[in-house]
């Protein structure tokens, strides 16, 4: 009798269609992961450092978002644009560790300011670079995030409004108060002869 | 300062500029030698852009469900039942499929393979009665009755 | 940390119904970092997703009708594996040592394949299946209420139907 012999994958390509669809959509995951939001992890840095001011918070803060968001990677390819996504999440984490941690966002500039002498201070009016970190810091919180998101990460006011769950009009009426705010500063020291 | 770029520079005050035309605004301004305030201001704001910070991340899989594990494990000594249910709170959310056309198509395919095991095996107990006589007990005995 | 105490207490006290799926937990954890073996978790709120499903063709119907009890599908896989044989005896101790009842083997030169079951009250809850064989490996466990009969029904009918069905859900490259 021809002997029987037993396949549970009856078809040849069976198990590798089966088995490629399944890998596809978990390595899909993870390529998407790699490709959409590990290259923006310097923006969310910079992002989380700009609400934090303190460079060592707002590493662990993206850290704890990039945990989120792999544990998260299969929805990735629901999302339209990931690159906000990824950044809205480093908005409310930073926030909420806030909260946990009671953290005062002002704090951490009068420390600062206690430890500088008065030698220091004028020198640091003259270096341009902390006059204008200064004077950003210095801005509300919202204000000061549409700023960052625009001047330095270059988002379009649609990538801003929505990270910020601001309208496109609010965001383009903050960016032109600071900027207005900038421009004067600007005169102000040029003046005074301070700004170069 | 050209005429041009002073033309976009009123622009970009009253925040009409597009990012392209943000992008050529410190390209002439923020890296070139001017003297000027506006040039100032602009290459303070790219030294902004530098700031990085070394973020690795390597895909965490085990790291932090060992936590829970170990505080699991160190309340109650060899409750193997009880680390058994952590684990497969923490791991499996990492692989779980949230797009239902791939869940049911595999679904679909998962169960096509163990239906034609299912099936292959009853097959080949009947043909070989001898060699294989256990489960051909177990599939005939649960054949026949209506529990399942 | 309450949590930990909440679920251990819960353990304790229904032991049997939560020690579902331990195996397969156990070998999501043991390659969780190897690329080699695919894992995947479908939900019982997919599950209850498919059973809003119209069925078109008989065999849709009798899919429908498998899947409507099932709460939970995982998958261990790998087609690229050095010594599959091996990894399949491990892996089918592993399920006879945390207690599942043996429903069927069958061992063939290229590839064997065993089928388990956990009982509780006359319903199957869960279904272990462990396939190697090539280089091919699989580990699938199945719960909720698991009705054997529906589910044979299943690749009977997908023959019945023919190739043309085959072929739309595994490209028949023939």
Redo the contacts between chains.
């Keep these: 009798m021809h002997e029987r012999r037993f396949r549970l994958f009856q078809k040849k390509d069976q198990f590798c269609n089966f088995y490629h669809k399944l890998s596809s959509s978990t390595e899909m995951s993870k390529e998407l992961f790699d490709t959409r939001i590990m290259p923006v992890r310097d923006k969310m840095y910079r992002y989380a450092l700009s609400i934090l001011k303190s460079p060592d918070n707002a590493h662990d803060v993206v850290q704890e978002c990039l945990i989120k968001i792999w544990k998260k990677r299969q929805m990735i390819s629901t999302i339209d644009n990931p690159e906000s996504w990824a950044m809205r999440i480093t908005r409310n984490q930073c926030y909420d560790w806030v909260k946990v941690n009671r953290y005062n966002l002002l704090q951490v500039e009068k420390t600062d300011q206690a430890d500088i002498s008065s030698a220091d201070q004028e020198l640091l009016f003259k270096d341009r670079e902390a006059w204008l970190n200064k004077i950003i810091e210095n801005l509300p919180a919202k204000h000061r995030e549409v700023f960052h998101l625009r001047e330095v990460e270059e988002l379009t006011y649609q990538e801003i409004a929505d990270i910020l769950s601001l309208t496109l009009g609010e965001v383009k009426i903050s960016l032109y108060r600071t900027r207005e705010k900038m421009k004067e500063l600007i005169n102000k020291l040029d003046t005074y002869g301070l700004a170069n | 300062m050209d005429s041009r770029t002073k033309l976009l520079l009123e622009k970009?005050?009253?925040?009409e500029t597009s990012?392209a035309e943000?992008?050529l605004l410190k390209e002439q301004l923020g890296t070139v030698q001017e003297?000027s305030?506006?040039a100032?201001?602009f290459?303070?704001?790219d030294?902004?852009?530098q700031?990085?910070?070394e973020?690795s991340?390597q895909?965490?899989?085990?790291r932090?469900?060992y936590w829970?594990v170990t505080?699991?494990a160190s309340?109650?000594i060899g409750?193997l039942?009880?680390t058994?249910?952590?684990?497969?709170?923490q791991?499996?959310?990492?692989?779980?499929?949230?797009?239902?056309e791939?869940?049911?198509?595999?679904?679909?395919?998962?169960?096509?393979?163990?239906?034609?095991?299912?099936?292959?095996?009853?097959d080949?107990?009947t043909?070989?009665l001898n060699q294989?006589n256990?489960?051909k007990e177990?599939?005939t005995n649960?054949?026949n009755s209506n529990?399942? | 940390m309450k949590k930990g105490i909440f679920f251990i207490v819960l353990a304790f006290l229904s032991a049997g119904v939560f020690a579902q799926g331990e195996v397969i937990t156990s070998y999501f954890n043991k390659y969780a970092d190897n690329d080699a073996f695919t894992k995947v978790s479908v939900s019982s709120k997919m599950f209850s997703m498919f059973t809003e499903m119209e069925a078109g063709t008989e065999a849709e119907q009798e899919f429908l009708e498998a899947v409507s009890k099932l709460k939970g599908l995982k998958m261990v896989m790998a087609d690229s594996i050095a010594d599959a044989k091996a990894l399949y005896k491990k892996a089918t101790a592993d399920v006879n040592k945390a207690g599942y009842a043996e429903l069927m083997t069958v061992a063939d030169p290229d590839q064997s394949m065993l089928f388990s079951i956990k009982e509780n009250n006359g319903i199957i809850e869960e279904l272990v299946m462990v396939v190697g064989g090539g280089n091919k490996f699989v580990l699938l466990s199945l719960y909720g209420e698991i009705d054997l009969k529906n589910i044979s029904r299943i690749a009977r009918d997908m023959k019945v139907q023919g190739l043309e069905d085959l072929g739309r859900m595994h490209h028949d490259k023939k």
């Design positions: 970009y005050w009253r925040a990012t943000e992008r003297a305030a506006e100032n201001y290459k303070a704001i030294r902004r852009k700031q990085v910070s973020i991340f895909h965490p899989g085990k932090i469900y829970y505080i699991a309340l109650v409750l039942v009880g058994g249910l952590w684990q497969r709170q791991s499996s959310s990492e692989y779980t499929v949230h797009d239902p791939i869940a049911l198509e595999l679904t679909r395919n998962a169960l096509l393979m163990v239906s034609s095991g299912l099936n292959e095996g009853k080949l107990s043909y070989q294989i256990k489960p177990i599939i649960k054949n529990i399942y």
